[in-house]
């Protein structure tokens, strides 16, 4: 052989201390990391979740803001033209709104 006799009865005992580091690595070093990485994806995860119920309210208060700009344009609109009750009517212009969300909420 070319290493010898001698470093071949060394080599399996340099393999089990080699073996034994890293198995010592493992389990004191990164098993523990492991679950310290697990915790702040567990958080990342629920902070994700809230950040997008956030976003998706707001979204929809955004949404039903414009409906409700859209709605008025539509009441000034008929009212301009002269389809709609007459504005000075209470009972005409709850009626009027109510026919404009009605057919906005249907052409949905």
């Not at 198995?23 to 629920?46: C, G, I, M, N, S």
């Not at 803001?65 to 033209?81: A, F, M, N, P, W």
């Amino acid at each position: 052989m070319v290493l010898g006799p001698s470093v071949n009865k060394f080599i399996p005992y340099l393999s089990l201390g080699i073996a034994s580091a890293a198995f010592a690595f493992q389990t004191t070093v990164l098993y523990p990391w492991h679950h310290e990485l697990d915790d702040a994806f567990r958080k990342l995860k629920a902070e994700q979740a809230t950040a997008l119920k956030e976003f998706h309210e707001l979204k929809l208060k955004r949404f039903e803001d414009l409906e409700k700009k859209l709605v008025g344009v539509e009441l000034r609109q008929d009212i301009s033209e002269g389809y709609g009750p007459s504005h000075t009517e209470p009972s005409g212009l709850v009626a009027c709104i109510a026919h404009s969300l009605c057919s906005v909420s249907l052409s949905d």
